[in-house]
């Protein structure tokens, strides 16, 4: 009896069904579809080149045996990349290449069976016009505004080539780093600013890791990933702010990899951020770090004495602010640790010798100074709450890495997962990795634990409210 290509692949569904979870199934196997079947070889369509390569990477063991088992030990498995309107665009899909299985018509994307010539849907706006995609830049971050000096000077030499040749410098991609307030983000959207003012045409876009999440989650939801591949791969000049907030989500990460792939190899220009170097990026892909080093990797450090005088002259000058040079040198060697601080510092001062009606004197800046910086808080890291709760215990953090069931460590270690999770932005695989090389579900446990002691044991308690002081400790 002969078989078509359909009855073939509903038996091939069937046994897939029963090796996946529902969610899986749904999201990956349901959208295929059967296009023919000869000689013992199933042609099935997949809507796009990603799918493609993501059921090759995850699911090709799955896919070999349901189809060896529906068809024979003959069987051969072909792909035909083919993106049909009449049904929802999909998610992440797999492929499976082996010496039986191939895909075909590589490198084209049909639409009923012609190339595809419409523009995807925008993630930040229903305007399908890529001339009219919005970068999200702000205007007043620019290359002019952005002061010079020993501590950012390699970073800013990088923007300014890339500026007037984006993606044609060896500075592709280039990631910036630094700690929190010292202006990554400025000069990353400062390279946008110059590269629209010099490249009208050119489609650049500015975008947060944690945006970029959440838009992936929502084309997930819908099955729009396709449109989300597509729209990003459009674009000319991405800046990507925050890059290690991609620890831990996979899936996510997958996704940046072929959109990173896609713009390098096209010769577009791809901006990073991070608040650590390459080297001490935990919890992301060795293959996505091994791209990150394709290009430049330019540090940003806390600014000396001269350069904050310069920022600070700047923004006294920019905003029309009367500050002596007395003043400023106050304010410059008493604001220390970044130029969000300094900014800050100095917008505050003015405001309250304003409201007040007081001169900025010395002294009146040693007095609001005093009560202001005093009581900022320093900002927590899951690398910083290690150090504090080791500290505490009298430890060395390596201890938290160890395999001991030593009641001691075992409680630093809770209470580090714990306050990571309550004080920090991290994921809980990322606080999991961190921490013992543990995964999220002993970091809940042990955040419970936590949560349960303090309420039946007021030692404990006291001990947790001692460490929460400590963490926001200046040194």
């Not at 000096?149 to 280039?174: D, E, H, M, W, Y």
């Not at 009560?371 to 927590?380: C, D, F, P, R, W």
């Not at 201890?399 to 309550?422: D, P």
């Amino acid at each position: 009896m002969k078989r078509d290509c359909k009855s073939v692949w509903s038996e091939c569904l069937d046994l897939i069904k029963e090796q996946v979870l529902p969610r899986t199934f749904k999201t990956w196997f349901a959208p295929i579809r059967a296009l023919s079947f000869k000689d013992d070889v199933l042609t099935i369509q997949v809507p796009s080149q990603y799918v493609y390569e993501c059921l090759e990477e995850h699911f090709v063991d799955i896919l070999r045996k349901a189809v060896r088992t529906a068809i024979g030990p003959n069987a051969k498995l072909e792909y035909s990349v083919i993106v049909e309107e009449s049904h929802p665009r999909d998610p992440l899909s797999v492929t499976m290449p082996s010496n039986n299985m191939k895909k075909v018509e590589p490198n084209t994307v049909y639409v009923n069976g012609k190339p595809d010539s419409v523009a995807p849907k925008n993630p930040f706006e229903r305007n399908n016009n890529r001339l009219q995609i919005d970068p999200q830049l702000n205007p007043s971050y620019t290359l002019d505004s952005y002061i010079e000096g020993s501590c950012n000077r390699l970073a800013k030499s990088a923007a300014v080539a890339i500026a007037q040749n984006p993606g044609g410098t060896a500075f592709n991609p280039l990631l910036i780093y630094g700690g929190s307030g010292l202006g990554k983000t400025h000069l990353a959207q400062a390279i946008g600013m110059e590269v629209k003012q010099n490249y009208p045409n050119k489609v650049v876009l500015y975008v947060t890791t944690n945006v970029f999440q959440t838009q992936f989650t929502e084309a997930v939801r819908k099955n729009e990933i396709n449109d989300f591949l597509h729209f990003y791969q459009l674009i000319d000049v991405l800046i990507l702010d925050d890059i290690h907030e991609l620890a831990g989500k996979t899936a996510t990460q997958n996704t940046f990899f072929h959109i990173f792939n896609h713009l390098h190899q096209s010769g577009k220009q791809l901006i990073l951020t991070s608040d650590r170097s390459p080297a001490e990026l935990s919890g992301l892909e060795e293959r996505l770090l091994s791209r990150f080093r394709w290009g430049l990797s330019a540090e940003i450090k806390a600014p000396d004495f001269e350069t904050r005088m310069e920022i600070a002259r700047f923004k006294a000058h920019k905003d029309g602010i009367d500050f002596s040079d007395e003043v400023l040198e106050y304010i410059c060697k008493y604001v220390s640790n970044n130029v969000r601080e300094l900014e800050g510092a100095m917008i505050s001062l003015l405001a309250q010798a304003t409201f007040n009606h007081k001169d900025l004197t010395v002294d009146v800046v040693k007095d609001i100074l005093g009560k202001m910086v005093k009581n900022q808080k320093v900002e927590l890291t899951v690398e910083h709450i290690q150090q504090v709760v080791c500290n505490h215990f009298n430890m060395a953090p390596e201890m938290l890495q160890e395999k001991t069931r030593k009641r001691e460590v075992v409680q630093a270690r809770q209470l580090a997962m714990y306050f990571s999770k309550t004080y920090t932005n991290a994921s809980l695989a990322y606080i999991g990795k961190q921490i013992g090389k543990k995964d999220h579900t002993t970091v809940l446990y042990a955040c419970k634990a936590v949560t349960d002691l303090m309420e039946t044991d007021r030692a404990f308690k006291a001990q947790v409210e001692e460490l929460q002081k400590k963490l926001y400790c200046r040194n």
